[in-house]
């Protein structure tokens, strides 16, 4: 199949960028659509033009590298899969396909397609974990987990942090991400010590990165390659406002006994 | 040179306990004195990062990827091992350990193994307490599945992801260290070389990967968790960005590399289709619990199916041949990856394989949706079915799936003695970079148990051995080594750039490919390994005269990343081809045809081959020093591995 694509290339974070029109030509429907994208890059490399940079690793659908804005979807127009697991097969022959990079001021674009996504890392850095030193800990099966209990902390434990909920989110907001790790360690018995410590400093970092709000639209959890569900955010908000009437650290400042 | 392995005298049992207590410790005030500098944030290298932050160690942390997250660790699918026993079936430390030797045709350290199986049951603990979410029952204890080449049930997982939950659990306790000011993270940075002062490692020398910056960095120890060289095979299950480079330049500064031609080939992958193939797609072993693999028995009946002039479906259990439970009726379709990979080549060689390409065997799921019922398969397995029907096109609950060996693991790496230190004082080498722990074939679930059992309790323990030996006296970064290295990286970057030939660096990997698939691949002889070295030389030569690096230093450039990348592979390759010729045997991943059973299995060589081969680099296409490690074998007896 033979296919026209509008590509944004921008050189730097400092640099405008514009939409460049390739022809991608004799493409087969068993390519991936990154494969597709290695074959135009290829193309170019030929004439010494620099190929198109795209964040990628994997190919498998889980390191949550890729992330492409396809003709107005983040992962293109399938439900629930990454770019990398998109195959040409869902495209049409003469097609045009619009590429963008997500789009959010707290994910610049470092080159063409690539952002940097650094601000989950440092939200995760910020509470997302169980404080336990290695060597320390007790036989795994003394800890009881009810089934229904450990397979819904796993649901949000799915999240390959990718970015396409934020992307999708016309207010760029970050809580489907947030919400999935506070969930994730929230419902199992070892995140019960730091549950409302840690949903106050994961949501200050994730205002602090200029992510938006979350106003229901529910876009991310249409456009989640793992289904997210936004079930997740409501978990989060409880947690949050549980935290700030009643668990926040201050309103139990006193040492007891004096 | 002698190698020494440090294996602790003493009795199996007792030699990693009694080590621990020999070995020097760091006064708890003098551990912050000490930089120590950890590449790739896998498994192995998250775990070690966290924990010695724990210890109180400063740690400087480094990936290529845009975060650390995103190591290839994360997409292992099945499960990891330990031998908790808690099924009740007989497990144990002693059958992990002796499963482990025999699966790996005993070419490991028993010392090493018995470690690993050990500390195998404080990984699961750990996980645990981290909140890594592992499948439950329903009374809420931990779920366990058995995995290929084992009779017991001690695989934990998390559905199809346990790679993925594993490195969250190590990336969070990562998280918590960079939180606390302990670990200094630094992201798409590529390690380009290692600084040595006066013979110990001392630095790396790195990319920043978005603004081209090369800069050295200083530590009084340098740890490498930079993974595997499966991408050498260019189709392969391994990321697109997996890579030698760290390691191999390790190796070129004087780090020994151990058995690089043990490569793990995995049965259960979905086929290729074409030239345009960026990565070969695995699916668990775990689906090989329930889905039986079958060829049809006559090459008449296999070319209807690749011509589809027939379905699957219609062809009659009496027409079927189950070759695996044929075989081998004690393990059936669970015998090692090495076994049930020759097989299904051997099928595909003698014309009954299937698929348009025949380069290809039935995994089949009827009888287990008839036994269990569709819903109980989906369960199970459902993410891989998904992704099957994503990748083919094909419904597995309706037809059976196709499926054909690709290039999964290597067992090979830096040679590493028990602390993990490779020959070179200060260097190490953690997780699937090292040789150490599988021999000449990984069993199922093993890599994660070993990459963490690297990170999380071994390094921990050896590296202060050594961080109180040389002392806490800060790193002298002024010495001329950090600059001489640093210009050499820079040279051998403009000499990447300058090509401006009429191949891409793409096709020249992509040729390397098939020559190592073509004749270090499943199958090795003589004269293949022989006709391969000239080729790979020539393809050499080739690509410093032809390839076309695009772009500047001064940017992203992914073509300058990759460039340096499959120039290492290709020297490596090469290498390959010459541990592959001097190992007149066949064992595990390793077969020479020309040493085989009766039956067609690996026949090793234990006279002659029971050692480790160690290479050393001698210069610039010279041809590299065979250093041998014998291995003893005081508690195991080595005998012809049987599955039958």
Same mark, same amino acid.
């Given at each position: 199949?033979?296919?026209?694509?509008?590509?944004?290339?921008?050189?730097?974070?400092?640099?405008?960028?514009?939409?460049?029109?390739?022809?991608?030509?004799?493409?087969?429907?068993?390519?991936?659509?990154?494969?597709? $994208?290695?074959?135009?890059?290829? /193309? $170019?490399?030929?004439?010494?033009?620099?190929?198109?940079?795209?964040?990628?690793?994997?190919?498998?659908?889980?390191?949550?590298?890729?992330?492409?804005?396809?003709?107005?979807?983040?992962?293109?127009?399938?439900?629930?899969?990454?770019?990398?697991?998109?195959?040409?097969?869902?495209?049409?022959?003469?097609?045009?396909?619009?590429?963008?990079?997500? !789009?959010?001021?707290?994910?610049?674009?470092?080159?063409?397609?690539?952002?940097?996504?650094?601000?989950?890392?440092?939200?995760?850095? %910020?509470?997302?974990?169980?404080?336990?030193?290695?060597?320390?800990?007790?036989?795994?099966?003394?800890?009881?987990?009810?089934?229904?209990?450990?397979?819904?902390?796993?649901?949000?434990?799915?999240?390959?942090?990718?970015?396409?909920?934020?992307?999708?989110?016309?207010?760029?907001?970050?809580?489907?991400?947030?919400?999935?790790?506070?969930?994730?360690?929230?419902?199992?018995?070892?995140?019960?010590?730091?549950?409302?410590?840690?949903?106050?400093?994961?949501?200050?970092?994730?205002?602090?990165?200029?992510?938006?709000?979350?106003?229901?639209?529910?876009?991310?959890?249409?456009?989640?390659?793992?289904?997210?569900?936004?079930?997740?955010?409501?978990?989060?908000?409880?947690?949050?406002?549980? %935290?700030?009437?009643?668990?926040?650290?201050?309103?139990?400042?006193?040492?007891?006994?004096? | 040179?002698?190698?020494?392995?440090?294996?602790?005298?003493?009795?199996?049992?007792?030699?990693?306990?009694?080590?621990?207590?020999?070995?020097?410790?760091?006064?708890?005030?003098?551990?912050?004195?000490?930089?120590?500098?950890?590449?790739?944030?896998?498994?192995?290298?998250?775990?070690?990062?966290?924990?010695? &932050?724990?210890?109180?160690?400063?740690?400087?942390?480094?990936?290529?990827?845009?975060?650390?997250?995103?190591?290839?660790?994360?997409?292992?699918?099945?499960?990891?091992?330990?031998?908790?026993?808690?099924?009740?079936?007989?497990?144990?430390?002693?059958?992990?350990?002796?499963?482990?030797?025999?699966?790996?045709?005993?070419?490991?350290?028993?010392?090493?193994?018995?470690?690993?199986?050990?500390?195998?049951?404080?990984?699961?603990?750990?996980?645990?307490?981290?909140?890594?979410?592992?499948?439950?029952?329903?009374?809420?204890?931990?779920?366990?599945?058995?995995?290929?080449?084992?009779?017991?049930?001690?695989?934990?997982?998390?559905?199809?992801?346990?790679?993925?939950?594993?490195?969250?659990?190590?990336?969070?306790?990562?998280?918590?260290?960079?939180?606390?000011?302990?670990?200094?993270?630094?992201?798409?940075?590529?390690?380009?070389?290692?600084?040595?002062?006066?013979?110990?490692?001392?630095?790396?020398?790195?990319?920043?990967?978005?603004?081209?910056?090369?800069?050295?960095? &200083?530590?009084?120890?340098?740890?490498?968790?930079?993974?595997?060289?499966?991408?050498?095979?260019?189709? /392969?299950?391994?990321?697109?960005? /997996?890579?030698?480079?760290?390691?191999?330049?390790?190796?070129?500064?004087?780090?020994?590399?151990?058995?690089?031609?043990?490569?793990?080939?995995?049965?259960?992958?979905?086929?290729?289709?074409?030239?345009?193939?960026?990565?070969?797609?695995?699916?668990?072993?775990?689906? !090989?619990?329930?889905?039986?693999?079958?060829?049809?028995?006559?090459?008449?009946? %296999?070319?209807?199916?690749?011509?589809?002039?027939?379905?699957?479906?219609?062809?009659?259990?009496?027409?079927?041949?189950?070759?695996?439970?044929?075989?081998?009726?004690?393990?059936?379709?669970?015998?090692?990856?090495?076994?049930?990979?020759?097989?299904?080549?051997?099928?595909?060689?003698?014309?009954?394989?299937?698929?348009?390409?025949?380069?290809?065997?039935?995994?089949?799921?009827?009888?287990?949706?008839?036994?269990?019922?569709?819903?109980?398969?989906? &369960?199970?397995?459902?993410?891989?079915?998904?992704?099957?029907?994503?990748?083919?096109?094909?419904?597995?609950?309706?037809?059976?799936?196709?499926?054909?060996?690709?290039?999964?693991?290597?067992?090979?790496?830096?040679?590493?003695?028990?602390? $993990?230190?490779?020959?070179?004082?200060?260097?190490?080498?953690?997780?699937?970079?090292?040789?150490?722990?599988?021999?000449?074939?990984?069993?199922?679930?093993?890599?994660?148990?070993?990459?963490?059992?690297?990170?999380?309790?071994?390094?921990?323990?050896?590296?202060?051995?050594?961080?109180?030996?040389?002392?806490?006296?800060?790193?002298?970064?002024?010495?001329?080594?950090?600059?001489?290295?640093?210009?050499?990286?820079?040279?051998?970057?403009?000499?990447?750039?300058?090509?401006?030939?009429?191949?891409?660096?793409?096709?020249?990997?992509?040729?390397?490919?098939?020559?190592?698939?073509?004749?270090?691949?499943?199958?090795?002889?003589?004269?293949?390994?022989?006709?391969?070295?000239?080729?790979?030389?020539?393809?050499?030569?080739?690509?410093?005269?032809?390839?076309?690096?695009?772009?500047?230093?001064?940017?992203?450039?992914?073509?300058?990343?990759?460039?340096?990348?499959?120039?290492?592979?290709?020297?490596?390759?090469? $290498?390959?081809?010459?541990?592959?010729?001097?190992?007149?045997?066949?064992?595990?991943?390793?077969?020479?045809?020309?040493?085989?059973?009766?039956?067609?299995?690996?026949?090793?060589?234990?006279?002659?081959?029971?050692?480790?081969?160690?290479?050393?680099?001698?210069?610039?296409?010279?041809?590299?020093?065979?250093?041998?490690?014998?291995?003893?074998?005081?508690?195991?007896?080595?005998?012809?591995? /049987?599955?039958?």
């Amino acid at each position: 199949m033979n296919l026209t694509l509008k590509v944004w290339r921008q050189k730097n974070s400092q640099t405008a960028g514009k939409f460049v029109t390739y022809k991608a030509e004799g493409i087969s429907e068993d390519m991936s659509f990154l494969e597709m $994208l290695d074959v135009v890059n290829e /193309s $170019l490399t030929k004439k010494n033009d620099e190929p198109i940079y795209f964040d990628h690793d994997c190919r498998e659908g889980i390191c949550g590298s890729c992330s492409l804005y396809i003709n107005g979807h983040p992962h293109g127009p399938k439900k629930a899969i990454t770019t990398c697991q998109l195959h040409m097969r869902t495209f049409k022959d003469g097609e045009t396909i619009t590429i963008e990079p997500w !789009r959010s001021a707290a994910f610049p674009v470092i080159k063409d397609l690539g952002t940097d996504r650094s601000a989950f890392d440092r939200i995760q850095q %910020a509470g997302g974990f169980i404080s336990v030193n290695t060597g320390g800990a007790q036989d795994a099966n003394a800890i009881l987990i009810p089934k229904v209990v450990a397979d819904e902390a796993f649901n949000s434990a799915t999240c390959i942090g990718c970015g396409a909920c934020v992307a999708a989110c016309k207010n760029a907001s970050a809580m489907l991400f947030v919400s999935a790790k506070i969930t994730q360690l929230g419902l199992l018995p070892q995140g019960q010590p730091e549950r409302y410590s840690r949903v106050q400093a994961m949501v200050a970092q994730m205002d602090e990165e200029g992510f938006g709000n979350c106003t229901n639209t529910g876009a991310c959890e249409a456009e989640c390659p793992k289904e997210i569900t936004l079930t997740n955010i409501a978990r989060m908000n409880n947690d949050f406002f549980s %935290a700030k009437l009643f668990r926040e650290e201050g309103v139990h400042d006193h040492v007891g006994g004096e | 040179m002698s190698l020494d392995a440090k294996i602790p005298q003493g009795p199996l049992a007792e030699k990693w306990s009694k080590h621990k207590f020999n070995l020097k410790l760091v006064n708890p005030a003098n551990k912050r004195k000490y930089d120590v500098i950890i590449v790739g944030t896998g498994l192995a290298g998250a775990s070690a990062a966290a924990s010695l &932050a724990e210890l109180g160690y400063n740690v400087k942390s480094f990936c290529f990827q845009d975060s650390p997250r995103r190591a290839h660790s994360i997409a292992a699918q099945g499960g990891i091992n330990a031998a908790k026993n808690y099924q009740n079936d007989g497990d144990s430390v002693y059958r992990l350990f002796y499963d482990t030797i025999k699966g790996g045709d005993y070419r490991a350290r028993e010392g090493n193994v018995y470690r690993l199986a050990e500390v195998s049951v404080n990984i699961i603990d750990q996980c645990v307490a981290q909140g890594v979410p592992f499948a439950r029952e329903y009374g809420g204890l931990l779920d366990n599945r058995s995995f290929g080449g084992s009779q017991v049930s001690r695989t934990f997982y998390a559905r199809g992801q346990t790679g993925q939950q594993l490195l969250l659990g190590a990336y969070s306790a990562l998280n918590r260290q960079i939180h606390l000011g302990k670990v200094k993270m630094y992201t798409r940075t590529e390690m380009l070389d290692v600084v040595l002062v006066d013979g110990q490692a001392k630095g790396i020398v790195t990319r920043n990967l978005k603004t081209g910056e090369i800069e050295t960095h &200083a530590g009084h120890a340098v740890l490498l968790a930079t993974g595997g060289y499966g991408n050498v095979f260019y189709l /392969s299950t391994n990321a697109i960005g /997996s890579n030698v480079t760290a390691a191999w330049r390790a190796h070129k500064r004087g780090a020994f590399f151990a058995n690089p031609c043990y490569t793990q080939i995995h049965p259960t992958c979905i086929p290729v289709t074409g030239d345009h193939q960026s990565k070969l797609t695995l699916m668990s072993e775990s689906l !090989r619990n329930d889905g039986r693999v079958w060829a049809p028995k006559t090459v008449e009946t %296999a070319q209807k199916l690749q011509k589809k002039e027939i379905t699957a479906a219609q062809v009659k259990e009496e027409d079927r041949d189950y070759f695996l439970e044929r075989k081998y009726p004690s393990f059936g379709n669970l015998v090692p990856r090495d076994v049930a990979s020759r097989n299904a080549k051997e099928m595909s060689d003698e014309g009954k394989g299937v698929g348009t390409t025949g380069l290809a065997v039935y995994l089949d799921f009827a009888e287990a949706i008839q036994r269990l019922g569709e819903d109980t398969v989906r &369960a199970k397995y459902g993410n891989l079915f998904d992704m099957y029907y994503q990748i083919t096109d094909e419904n597995p609950y309706k037809q059976p799936m196709r499926i054909y060996p690709a290039v999964h693991y290597t067992m090979g790496g830096l040679w590493v003695d028990y602390n $993990l230190s490779t020959n070179v004082p200060g260097l190490y080498a953690m997780g699937e970079c090292n040789f150490s722990d599988h021999g000449a074939n990984r069993l199922g679930a093993s890599a994660l148990m070993q990459g963490l059992s690297d990170g999380y309790f071994v390094i921990p323990y050896t590296l202060g051995d050594y961080l109180a030996t040389i002392g806490p006296k800060p790193v002298d970064k002024n010495h001329p080594a950090f600059e001489k290295t640093k210009q050499e990286v820079i040279a051998y970057n403009n000499k990447l750039l300058a090509l401006k030939g009429n191949k891409t660096v793409v096709e020249y990997h992509r040729e390397l490919g098939h020559i190592m698939w073509e004749y270090c691949g499943m199958a090795r002889t003589e004269e293949g390994l022989t006709h391969a070295k000239g080729l790979i030389k020539a393809l050499k030569a080739d690509f410093w005269k032809n390839a076309i690096v695009t772009g500047e230093n001064d940017e992203v450039n992914a073509a300058l990343e990759r460039a340096g990348r499959v120039a290492d592979f290709i020297e490596l390759g090469e $290498l390959m081809v010459t541990d592959a010729l001097a190992r007149r045997e066949s064992c595990g991943g390793h077969f020479r045809l020309e040493s085989q059973t009766p039956e067609g299995e690996a026949l090793r060589d234990d006279d002659n081959f029971a050692f480790v081969s160690a290479w050393e680099f001698k210069g610039e296409d010279q041809e590299e020093e065979l250093h041998k490690e014998e291995l003893i074998f005081e508690n195991v007896k080595l005998s012809q591995r /049987s599955y039958k």
